[in-house]
C-alpha cells in the first residue's frame, strides 16, 4: 500500500547513541512534518519543511536534527539520546490542510 | 497566542450514551478546524474537518466562532468508537503547519 512508511517501528538505544528514524512518502508531497506524541502532552511538533531542502523547527526541536535532500524522505535524527525522547514518533505529510500520517516509532531511550 | 485545548483527558461513556468532546481553541483570524482519530495502536487519521460540514460515523462539530468551540458530538456512541480524539486547527499564516490539542481519550463501555 503506498503512502507514509516509517521504519524502524520499534527502536530500544541507549543514553548518547545516535539514531535516525527514517519517513517516506510516495505521493510527492511538499509538506513533510515529525511529531512527539507523549501522555499529557498530546501531539508535538518538533520540524517540519516545506520542500526539499527546506526545514524549520518546530515546537520541541533541541536535540533532534533533520534533512530532506529528496523530496519522498524526512529522515528524523537523535545526535545523542536521552531518557527524555523515549517516545512515539509519527511523520505525517500534506500538500493542502490534511495532513496523512505514518503509522509511528516507538523509541526507548534505555 | 494559538491554541488548541482539550479540557478533558479521558471521557467514558456507556454504549447507546450521546458523548460530546469539548475543544476550544485561540486564534487571530480565521482558523480551519479538524478532528484526527487514533484508534488502538494505529495512526491517526482525519474524521472532520469543518469546512466540509460532514457528518463521519455519526460524529459532527459546528465551528462555534462566538464561542471559539470545535466540539465533536454524536448521538449514540458505540464500542468502536473507543480511541484518542485531537482537535486540531490551521490558519492562513501557519504554513501548512497543524495546531494540536493534547487529546481526549473517549472510552465506550458495553
Known amino acids: 500500500d503506498a503512502g507514509i512508511t516509517q521504519s524502524p517501528r520499534y527502536k530500544i538505544t541507549e543514553t548518547g547513541r545516535q539514531v535516525t528514524l527514517m519517513c517516506h512518502q510516495t505521493?510527492?508531497?511538499?509538506?513533510m512534518f515529525w511529531y512527539r506524541q507523549d501522555l499529557g502532552h498530546g501531539l508535538r511538533l518538533i520540524y517540519y519543511?516545506?520542500?526539499?531542502?527546506?526545514?524549520d523547527k518546530g515546537e520541541v526541536p533541541d536535540g533532534y536534527v533533520v534533512s530532506r535532500s529528496k523530496t519522498e524522505n524526512f529522515p528524523l535524527t537523535l545526535e545523542s539520546a536521552t531518557r527524555s525522547q523515549t517516545s512515539v514518533y509519527f511523520c505525517?505529510?500534506?500538500?493542502?490542510?490534511?495532513?496523512?500520517f505514518g503509522p509511528g516509532t516507538r523509541l526507548t531511550v534505555l | 497566542a494559538q491554541r488548541v485545548t482539550q479540557p478533558e483527558k479521558l471521557l467514558s461513556v456507556f454504549k447507546g450514551a450521546p458523548v460530546e468532546l469539548k475543544c476550544n481553541y485561540s486564534?487571530?483570524?480565521?482558523?480551519?478546524l479538524f478532528w484526527y482519530v487514533q484508534y488502538s495502536r494505529q495512526r491517526l487519521q482525519l474524521l472532520l474537518r469543518?469546512?466540509s460540514r460532514e457528518s463521519i460515523k455519526g460524529f459532527t462539530a459546528d465551528l462555534n466562532k462566538g464561542e471559539t468551540s470545535f466540539h465533536l458530538k454524536k448521538p449514540f456512541a458505540q464500542e468502536e468508537d473507543s480511541a484518542m480524539y485531537y482537535c486540531?486547527?490551521?490558519?492562513?499564516?501557519?504554513?501548512?503547519?497543524?495546531?494540536f490539542g493534547q487529546g481526549t481519550e473517549l472510552s465506550v463501555k458495553p
Open positions: 486540531a486547527l490551521t490558519g492562513y499564516n501557519q504554513g501548512g503547519k497543524l495546531i
Open positions: 519543511s516545506a520542500a526539499a531542502d527546506i526545514t
Open positions: 505525517a505529510s500534506s500538500e493542502g490542510a490534511i495532513q496523512f
Open positions: 505521493w510527492s508531497h511538499s509538506y
Open positions: 486564534y487571530s483570524g480565521s482558523p480551519e
Open positions: 469543518h469546512i
